[in-house]
């Protein structure tokens, strides 16, 4: 239980009341202690008022009820400020609230207030209703281990006030995803809450608890927050480590490799709103012409021989992405070789269905593919791998450049609130075969999926420019170098 700062006058401007009666602040307890967050679906002012008056309040012996205007509001907000209450808004559910609050008195503020109090407040034992006199200074205030997180709209100006009179720190989520600021992350995270509360529909359906769970670990990715594609946009180069033959960024060491990435993307700032992000993706299961000795032509890279590329890239606010060319065995198999690369918050997976091979296939005689279902299955683990871990949210990219190779796309899950999925458009030739690769692409799928390009130096006639590339519609949020 935990008591906030007591007056011993009434708001009213009277002064004859006893120490402890009127005026006395409340006594505050967070419902459900032993809950670390709690999402009140409450979708207007009068309710989400009471509806966080409930959730933190066990009693107040006043209570301050303003009409729903701007002037009422801020004045109604510095009377509850002054005497530790919380502010309430004319309604039913203001009057179960006040009843409930064992509530001695209510301060009104402006004219439809009274009127409704006069009028809703006349059972037997109801409060003595008043005028609210001159805000009082506030007191210093006393935190209680509590967060609520709120959007910014007008309409929780007075639930604000309630949580800031219960001693809460209240933080703004204005999409409702905490993670999606770097700022409230980081404010999350260094407060270390008991307690956090979503107030309204944009924090409801049903990964808050496991949003704000990944928020305090404090974990961003490249570029802010926890959603690596979230009001930016991904640029990469494309290779294995020491290999040039297969893309920009086998082409240098490990710390030239970093600096190309910084420039490449550097090109694409202020083309358009995004911000580019650096980002490498890393081919770690290579597909080989030969069986080798466990006979699914992919020679895997060792986890070990990658750390010092993904580590160094992580300190250096560069994103990664593990791309994975398994042969003749399956996705999912290879990428829990990777599992402890994938725990690190700033790297991804991409699968790539070219070289997804049946066991009678060869590479470059066939173009492999994937079904759905195998997808589902790496998705469904790497969802669990981010919900086990507190991660950020993954990046799930899915090559393609022919329809065949996910025939059944439109039955891939997209709703993993741990993944942002994408599909990265591979294919390389003349602008107009890229452009209808890519409309015949993004003509159809899943809602939710998000799209990308690749550009290939040498095969591409010509390569198209950064500006050519954002220009594309839509405008991929993904885009890689070979």
């Known amino acids: 239980m935990l008591g906030l700062s007591s ?23 967070t419902t459900r202690p032993g809950e670390r967050s709690a999402v009140l679906d409450a979708a207007t002012g009068p309710e989400a008022a009471a509806a966080l008056s409930a959730h933190l309040l066990t009693r107040s012996p006043s209570v301050v009820v303003a009409a729903d205007e ?166 990469a180069l494309y290779g294995h480590p020491g290999t040039p033959s297969l893309g920009l960024l086998g082409e240098q060491p490990l710390e030239e490799t970093l600096e190309r990435a910084r420039e490449l993307a550097a090109r694409y700032d202020g083309l358009d709103p995004l ?75 991409a699968l790539d269905p070219e070289w997804r091979l049946e066991p009678d296939q060869v590479h470059l005689e066939q173009i492999g593919s994937v079904d759905a279902a195998e997808v589902n299955r790496v998705g469904d683990w790497l969802a669990q791998l981010v919900r086990e871990g507190d991660l950020p949210q993954k990046v799930f990219l899915l090559h393609q450049f022919r329809t065949s190779m996910i025939a059944d796309r439109a039955s891939v899950d997209t709703s993993h609130d741990e993944l942002v999925t994408v599909v990265h458009a591979d294919g390389h030739g003349s602008p107009g075969m890229k452009r209808a690769t890519y409309d015949a692409l993004t003509a159809g799928g899943p809602a939710g999926l998000r799209w990308g390009w690749k550009n290939f130096l040498d095969e591409d006639t010509p390569t198209f420019t950064p500006a050519q590339t954002v220009a594309v519609e839509p405008s991929p949020v993904f885009v890689s170098y070979q």
Not at 14 to 28: I, L, N, T, Y
């Open 275 to 349: 911000p580019a992000v650096p980002t490498l993706e890393v081919i770690t299961t290579v597909a080989s012409g030969s069986p080798g000795a466990d006979g699914d032509h992919s020679n895997e890279t060792d986890p070990a021989e990658l750390e010092p590329w993904v580590d160094a890239a992580g300190r250096a606010g560069v994103a990664v992405v593990l791309d994975l060319q398994p042969g003749r065995t399956d996705f999912l198999t290879q990428a829990r070789r990777y599992e402890s690369l994938l725990r690190r918050p700033h790297v991804g997976l």
């Open 70 to 235: 701007p002037a009422a509001l801020q004045r109604g907000a510095a009377v509850a400020a002054g005497l530790g209450v919380p502010l309430l808004l004319p309604g039913p559910a203001a009057a179960a609230e006040v009843r409930r609050l064992g509530a001695r008195e209510v301060l009104t503020v402006g004219e439809p207030a009274a009127a409704w109090a006069g009028e809703a407040l006349t059972e037997r034992g109801d409060p003595d209703v008043e005028e609210a006199g001159d805000p009082r200074p506030a007191a210093a205030p006393r935190g209680s281990g509590t967060v609520v997180l709120v959007t910014g709209a007008p309409w929780e100006a007075a639930a604000v006030a309630t949580a800031r009179a219960a001693g809460a720190q209240v933080l703004t989520a204005p999409t409702g995803d905490p993670r999606a600021d770097g700022a409230l992350v980081r404010a999350l995270h260094e407060g270390a809450p008991q307690h956090v509360v979503g107030l309204g529909p944009a924090f409801a359906g049903g990964a808050f608890a496991e949003r704000v769970e990944a928020a305090l670990t404090g974990a961003q990715v490249p570029g802010g927050g926890q959603l690596p594609l979230e009001g930016r946009r991904m640029v």
């Open 7 to 29: 007056c011993t006058a009434s708001a009213g401007g009277g002064d004859d009341a006893p120490d402890g009666d009127r005026g006395s602040a409340a006594a505050v307890q």
